[in-house]
């Protein structure tokens, strides 16, 4: 079993920066898998990022690659997401969920989600 909690969503300009956190608990955050969905108003929910157990292998949607990074730090129980270059379309509630399944980009193979946090760039 695992829970999760995000922090660190918030308002920020265009070209801005945040750092969304997600602290789990439960001993088997380690051995699983972690993405970043997101989710806007009147759309579906969003592959954002994924990173596998070890953090070995970091996968990204098409949309945030070169702007977001993902890390994790198993010691913490705490994985990251580095935002980057945000634009007013990267609007929307972000989640973290976690997964037996490494690198999967379907909201389907997430077992643990969080509450999510919101993230706001204004133009």
């Known amino acids: 079993q695992v829970q999760l909690v995000e922090s660190g969503g918030g308002l920020v300009q265009t070209g801005g920066s945040l750092r969304l956190s997600c602290a789990a608990s439960?001993?088997?955050?380690?051995?699983?898998?972690m993405g970043w969905f997101r989710e806007a108003p009147g759309k579906e929910r969003e592959f954002v990022a994924a990173?596998?157990?070890?953090?070995?292998?970091?996968y990204y949607g098409d949309s945030v690659k070169g702007r977001f990074t993902i890390s994790r730090d198993n010691g913490k129980n705490t994985g990251y997401l580095q935002m980057n270059s945000l634009k007013p379309e990267d609007t929307a509630v972000y989640y973290c969920?976690?997964?037996?399944?490494?690198?999967?980009?379907?909201?389907?193979?997430?077992?643990?989600w969080g509450q999510g946090t919101q993230v706001t760039v204004s133009s």
């Open positions: 969920a976690a997964s037996r399944a490494s690198g999967s980009y379907y909201t389907y193979d997430y077992a643990w």
């Open positions: 990173i596998s157990w070890s953090g070995g292998n970091t």
């Open positions: 439960g001993r088997t955050f380690s051995s699983a898998a």
